[in-house]
């Protein structure tokens, strides 16, 4: 009896399923090679931007794409921002699962509607829709549809089809069409076949594809995005936002336009005025002025994100940040050269793409490129570049942040690229003195000074942003030494352009030297030891990028215990490559053992045959740092 | 009492009762800063402090009015002294209020800076103030204080009425020392709260008192049936309302730690939940009283009891159940497997499951969804089984002597196999059966049952087990050349299987497990059993690694653990303010067998080790031995307790250390 049931259901069930089936997607549409490296394969991409006028763009977008493992979930979610100048509709968001069959399709109710939160905006109008779906059955697709309204023609954006590592594209479409009154300019990198450009009624269609585009693997020390990735700038001449309106044809009128929006933004009470002159008053060198004022600034003030509107792109009057001490970067660099005007030095406001590893501005391609606003102050020629938003910046210092890269100085006349200034590898030293008595049991204490400088400033630069406990509390994780007691220690620093700061420290080491036998093994390198080996490849595809640009000293000298005798010191390495070199060598003095270490980082461009040399450079070097020295005892 | 909950300083309720709270006076006045509270430029307690709140001072008080009945006025002020830049962020504020029920009457703000031996003010502007949309249920409200400096002493004051009778949780606690936190909350008779107090640091005094008050005015009353009439009444009536006050002063501040359960468990705190009303002449309305009744209330809800029973949405599939298995065990296995394999979690916790068949159908929802489900479809079974609701880990612990239900985040099941509870998550693609994910391993949950339920132990039924088969021949360079097998129990096959998830192919997983592993070269021979829960994981791979022998003359240094050598001690600080939660227990075995060359003796070898920490709540066995040309390493690691208390700290950073150090000892062989 019960079979009988069974087997109607079953029946019913199949023929339910059979009728509601269409099939979308499956995964066995996708070629073999696609499928390659690849955590997710884009099946499908295509993106319609109508440009209708300087302050409307419409956009449709359409993408499909099958995940086939977790780590590349978050590229099957819907997720748009959008705020007073845009809004997002008729968005659709459909799940199927391997066979192409549906399994959801998000309701109107599935959709979250927030406002974007990035942790340290103050206030912004920045909101955004979204729905995250996934599933745990790898692999799964995810068709996402939806349009877009942009009221500006600022930034268009640009279109970048390969996500990222490890995603392969099926078939990507970008097309763009403008009115004959706001034409554009293109710029393609990496395409393999260039775009088309079609006339139709007056308008102009502008259409590029990409078809079969292989996953790409990642490798360690590779150039920017932009070497490897295919990508499309778009921008306008003549745009418009929020009513103001500008010219990006060159880096002069893009200028112009940032200099009207902050015209006449500089006006400072007159108490402050007279305050800041006051201040002033009997020095007769512009750079102390300057440092005065910019301590000022780092003592009166704090940073605080603030995007509203046009605030975006235009700062805070600087009376209202004298009022309520905060600003964002524009607001505060806009203050300080305020404050700088009051006392009549003149300044430039500069904006800049910042990051560490940002990749640089095209600087080929006038247009909206920027993150980040600075100051600079000619000086009569003796330029001095100021981070404003920093407290506790040294004067002068731009740091990874900003340095060594094209931006825009903003002139009377316009804007006005520019380049800052960069910390070269004689600046950026990490040299080291110290002394280490080791007991016969192999404990060890260690008394010793680092002095950082310039770029290398900032390996310990985060020391000066703590309180003393954190401080402490930080140095017992930043030390690799297991079971370590610090006993003593401080922290010290100039405020110069070029910054040099330094570190004490004096600790004890239990079981240092390890114990073996009738021998006990020392390292030699206890405090800056290099120890990366970049993984092998089996064939290297793009050149090979090195960005560190320092030099690193180690004097150490340690007193060995009476009771034992050397049987063993490293021998003396010396190394040079066009990636970097190195040099070490001990010397025994009695129980004395001078040990002098130092390693020069080479930056550069170098083609993808020198992988495996640098690769043997980098292992060399880890190698030699792990020497020990071998005690045996008397 | 659990034992994990002994440091929390979970007190029985003892007001002291003094004469009348309300006469006393209040610990601060908008705007009176004293000569100490400028002269402070430290605080001696915490010299490292970077900023003080000299008084948080709240009020929660019932107000009465004719046209909105009673509501809850709440009122704060704040008083706090920036002492250096790294503070500053303690100006900035931000308070969360219902979109339904709050209203916020004022919120005023002054910074207060020294100039020139004159005292500047500088006020918060309406600009300054945002409302932001927080979520569907509330909004937020955010300042940044103006003119804020080193030695600047700011002062907050808001007012929020509420038509809800939710009366706000204090915290006493915060990442700044407070000298003074104090809050007085006034219940009027109608209504009792449950309160809990949570936290490391005891709150420091708590009063309580009575006193009536009188109530006068009109009240008008519709009454329905053939006729529709309205009556005006006055009236006047008394009532008794009790006042009560928490203070906290020298409050330290919440630092935190590496290695500890939620902020929310140690942070000192009094929270209140409506129990009952009861107005005069009415019969009372039980909100929650005991837990017999929580389990009524949830077992009444539209939301948690109606999910339990029925199953309508899956009565299709427990009838091919029933059909296809004889046995209750198999049954179980069955019905979960079912569960869990349809249903995707969508990542949410709830002890509520708001569509049951939409869930069903679409093959996701939340804790509640699918484990509410899980209890119905054993129900339909005939078999006994109840929902048991739980606090996830992040969420903080369980209270049983505080009964308020807002404490549970999270349901599963329980189902009696053999007149024991089996515990059950479907949640987990991952998990065996009857092994709980690490976040519901929380102390204890409550089982929901007609007869009132009971209290179930959230133990790890498994531990996190790892170990690792080396076996390894060295050639006259020093090559390390050899094969490993790895093998994953537990809960480490439970991490094991979630990492692999992140991988189209087993190639991919061992390539970005090698590049932490560097000087070792890999090549896959299998990744066995990914899918077959409850078995372990295993992964076997060919080793090679031209680096790792270390060479000082004519002697070879060989550091025997290879890729299972510890050098870092996870515990760095001296000293530890809350215990060490490890959620299961641990154990680590490596076996590593070496061949040593031609042409090579072996110079010296590490010595063996035994190590046990008292009552074994940890051990570390090390042993080398040689025999012939081979040299056999073990080394097994385990911590057989989940908690430990922060007066163990010492002892297990020292467990550590003796660890590493015995871990590090290096065979030497000798070039003959």
Same mark, same amino acid.
């Given at each position: 009896m019960k079979t009988i049931h069974l087997t109607y259901m079953l029946m019913f069930f199949v023929v339910t399923i059979m009728y509601a089936q269409k099939i979308n997607y499956p995964v066995s549409e996708i070629p073999e090679t696609l499928k390659k490296n690849a955590d997710a394969v884009i099946r499908e991409h295509t993106v319609t931007k109508v440009i209708i006028n300087d302050l409307r763009v419409e956009s449709h977008e359409k993408f499909v794409v099958t995940i086939f493992n977790k780590s590349a979930q978050k590229l099957g979610y819907f997720d748009e921002g959008y705020d007073k100048h845009s809004s997002v509709s008729h968005y659709s968001v459909k799940l199927f699962d391997s066979k192409g069959v549906l399994i959801k399709k998000a309701k109107s109710k599935d959709f979250l509607d927030v406002k974007a939160f990035d942790g340290f905006t103050l206030y912004d109008e920045n909101r955004r829709i979204y729905y995250h779906p996934y599933s745990e059955k790898y692999p799964y697709t995810v068709e996402l549809e939806f349009s877009r309204i942009d009221k500006q023609t600022l930034s268009l954006g640009g279109w970048y089809p390969v996500y990222d590592f490890n995603v392969a594209v099926q078939n990507a479409v970008c097309n763009i069409i403008t009115d004959a009154d706001c034409p554009i300019r293109t710029k393609e990198l990496n395409m393999a076949v260039p775009g088309q450009k079609t006339i139709i009624d007056e308008k102009t269609h502008y259409s590029w594809q990409l078809v079969n585009y292989n996953a790409l693997e990642e490798e360690p020390f590779?150039?920017?995005?932009?070497?490897?990735?295919?990508?499309?700038?778009?921008?306008?001449?003549?745009?418009n936002y929020d009513g103001y309106r500008g010219s990006m044809s060159d880096w002069k009128t893009f200028g112009s336009w940032v200099r009207e929006l902050n015209k006449d933004r500089q006006v400072l009470p007159n108490a402050t005025v007279s305050k800041l002159q006051a201040m002033v008053e009997g020095i007769d060198n512009d750079i102390d002025k300057i440092e005065l004022l910019y301590k000022y600034l780092q003592d009166n003030t704090r940073y605080v994100s603030i995007q509203l509107g046009i605030g975006g792109w235009q700062t805070f009057e600087a009376s209202l940040v004298d009022e309520t001490k905060y600003g964002d970067c524009k607001a505060l660099s806009n203050y300080m050269r305020a404050l700088l005007n009051a006392v009549n030095i003149e300044s430039n406001y500069i904006v800049v793409r910042a990051g560490k590893d940002a990749s640089p501005i095209d600087v080929e391609f006038p247009s909206q490129q920027f993150n980040h606003a600075i100051l600079c102050v000619p000086n009569k020629g003796d330029t001095i570049w100021l981070e404003c938003t920093d407290q506790k910046q040294p004067f002068g210092y731009l740091g990874s942040f900003t340095? !060594?890269?094209?931006?825009?100085? $903003?002139?009377?006349?316009?804007?006005?690229?520019?380049?800052?200034?960069?910390?070269?590898?004689?600046?950026?030293?990490q040299f080291s003195t110290n002394y280490c008595i080791i007991d016969s049991a192999g404990n060890c204490q260690l008394k010793g000074k680092t002095t950082y400088k310039a770029l290398q400033y900032e390996n310990i630069a985060r020391y000066f942003y703590r309180s003393p406990k954190e401080q402490k509390e930080e140095l017992y994780k930043d030390l690799n030494t297991?079971?370590?007691?610090?006993?003593? &220690?401080?922290?010290? @620093?100039?405020?110069?352009?070029?910054?040099?700061?330094? @570190?004490?420290?004096?600790?004890t080491i239990n079981k240092y030297g390890t114990t073996n036998g009738n021998r006990l093994f020392i390292p030699v390198n206890p405090l800056n030891a290099f120890n990366f080996i970049p993984e092998k490849l089996s064939s290297r595809k793009y050149p090979v990028e090195l960005r560190s640009n320092t030099f690193d000293m180690d004097t150490l000298t340690f007193e060995l215990p009476e009771s034992y005798s050397v049987e063993y010191l490293p021998e003396p390495i010396g190394i040079s490559t066009p990636y970097g070199e190195y040099v070490s060598?001990?010397?025994?003095?009695?129980?004395?053992?001078t040990y002098i270490r130092s390693l020069k980082m080479a930056k550069g461009i170098f083609p993808p045959e020198d992988y495996e040399k640098v690769r043997e450079f980098y292992k060399t070097i880890s190698n030699a740092d792990a020497a020990k020295l071998v005690l045996i005892k008397k | 009492m659990k034992k994990t909950h002994l440091f929390l300083a979970l007190i029985a309720f003892l007001f002291v009762?003094?004469?009348?709270?309300?006469a006393q006076k209040e610990p601060i006045k908008f705007g009176k800063i004293s000569d100490e509270e400028w002269q402070l430029a430290v605080y001696e307690k915490d010299t490292a402090?970077?900023?003080?709140?000299?008084?948080?001072?709240?009020?929660?008080?019932?107000? &009465?009015?004719?046209?909105?009945?009673?509501? $809850?006025?709440?009122?704060?002020?704040?008083?706090?002294?920036? /002492?250096?830049?790294?503070? #500053?962020?303690?100006?900035?504020?931000?308070?969360? $209020?219902?979109?339904? #029920?709050?209203?916020?009457?004022?919120?005023?703000?002054?910074? &207060? !800076?020294?100039?020139?031996?004159?005292?500047?003010?500088?006020?918060?502007? !309406?600009?300054?103030?945002?409302?932001?949309?927080?979520?569907? #249920? /509330?909004?937020?409200?955010?300042?940044?204080?103006?003119?804020?400096?080193?030695?600047?002493? $700011?002062?907050v004051e808001y007012s929020i009425t509420s038509e809800s009778w939710d009366i706000d949780d204090w915290q006493f606690q915060t990442g700044i020392p407070t000298l003074h936190s104090e809050y007085r909350v006034s219940v009027p008779e109608y209504f009792y709260y449950k309160q809990l107090e949570k936290g490391f640091f005891p709150i420091g005094s708590k009063l309580a008192n009575v006193r009536t008050t009188k109530q006068t005015g009109t009240v008008s009353n519709r009454t329905e049936g053939r006729v529709t009439q309205t009556n005006f009444q006055n009236y006047a009536f008394d009532y008794q309302v009790t006042d009560y006050m928490f203070i906290s002063k020298d409050v330290p501040a919440f630092y935190t730690e590496e290695y500890?359960?939620? @902020?929310?468990? &140690?942070?000192?705190?009094?929270?209140?939940?409506?129990?009952?009303?009861?107005?005069? !002449?009415?019969p009372i309305k039980n909100y929650t009283t005991t837990w017999e009744a929580i389990a009524k209330l949830l077992l009444e809800d539209s939301d948690f009891g109606s999910r339990i029973d029925g199953g309508w949405a899956i009565k299709d599939e427990m009838a091919v159940v029933e059909a296809l298995n004889t046995t209750p065990e198999a049954k179980v296995n069955a019905v979960f497997e079912l569960v869990r394999g349809k249903m995707n979690w969508d990542?949410?916790?709830?002890? #509520?499951?708001?569509?049951?068949?939409?869930?069903?159908?679409?093959?996701?929802?939340?804790s509640g969804d699918i484990n509410l489900l899980l209890v119905a479809a054993f129900r339909r079974l005939n078999m006994e089984a109840y929902p048991v609701i739980l606090s996830t880990r992040a969420n903080g612990f369980v209270h049983p002597a505080q009964i308020i239900i807002d404490q549970f985040n999270y349901v599963i099941a329980a189902v009696k196999l053999s007149d024991k509870y089996i515990l059950l998550d479907a949640t987990d693609k991952n998990c065996p059966i009857g092994i709980l994910p690490e976040r519901c391993l929380n102390g204890q949950g409550r089982l929901i049952s007609e007869k009132g339920g009971e209290w179930v132990d959230l133990k790890p039924l498994a531990a996190n087990k790892k170990s690792y088969q080396f076996k390894i021949g060295i050639d006259a360079e020093g090559k390390l050349i050899g094969s490993v097998n790895e093998k994953y129990e537990g809960y480490a096959a439970i991490e094991q299987r979630v990492s692999l998830k992140y991988y189209t192919d087993d190639e991919a997983y061992l390539k970005e497990y090698q590049k932490n592993h560097s000087p070792f070269d890999m090549t896959l021979d299998s990744i066995s059993w990914k899918a077959d829960i409850p078995k372990p994981v295993l992964v076997s791979y060919q080793f090679e690694s031209e680096d790792w022998i270390e060479k000082a003359g004519n002697l070879w240094m060989i550091s025997p653990l290879l890729l299972g050598q510890r050098t870092t001690n996870p515990f760095k600080l001296e000293k530890r303010d809350y215990p060490v939660d490890y959620s299961f227990p641990h154990s680590t075995t490596h076996t590593v067998t070496f061949t040593i060359p031609d042409g090579f003796v072996v110079e010296n070898l590490p010595e063996t080790k035994k190590m046990i920490l008292p009552e074994r709540t940890a051990s570390f066995m090390y042993s080398v031995q040689q025999t012939g040309n081979t040299i056999v390493v073990v080394s097994k690691f385990d911590i057989n307790k989940v908690t430990f208390l922060p007066e163990e700290y010492a002892d297990l950073k020292e467990f550590y250390n003796q660890v590493i150090a015995a871990q590090a000892k290096q065979i030497i062989l000798k070039k003959l």
């Open positions: 590779l150039p920017g995005y932009s070497q490897i990735f295919p990508q499309v700038k778009f921008a306008t001449n003549e745009f340095q !060594n890269r094209h931006c825009l100085l $903003i002139t009377e006349e316009g804007g006005k690229l520019v380049k800052t200034p960069e910390y070269t590898r004689d600046s950026n030293t297991p079971n370590s007691t610090i006993l003593n &220690y401080s922290f010290e @620093r100039n405020n110069e352009p070029i910054p040099v700061a330094s @570190r004490q420290l004096e600790l060598k001990g010397s025994l003095d009695g129980n004395k053992f | 009762a003094i004469s009348t709270i309300q402090a970077t900023a003080v709140v000299f008084c948080d001072y709240g009020v929660s008080d019932f107000i &009465y009015s004719e046209s909105q009945g009673f509501q $809850i006025q709440f009122d704060r002020i704040q008083r706090i002294k920036i /002492f250096k830049k790294e503070g #500053y962020q303690w100006a900035n504020g931000s308070f969360l $209020i219902s979109k339904k #029920y709050d209203k916020v009457g004022k919120l005023k703000g002054v910074t &207060y !800076n020294q100039e020139g031996g004159k005292v500047v003010k500088t006020k918060l502007d !309406n600009d300054q103030i945002f409302k932001e949309d927080y979520n569907k #249920y /509330f909004d937020v409200m955010k300042f940044e204080m103006p003119a804020v400096k080193e030695g600047s002493i $700011i002062e500890i359960t939620s @902020r929310d468990n &140690y942070i000192s705190e009094i929270q209140f939940e409506l129990g009952n009303v009861k107005w005069s !002449n009415q990542g949410r916790n709830s002890i #509520y499951s708001f569509d049951q068949g939409k869930a069903w159908k679409e093959g996701s929802g939340s």
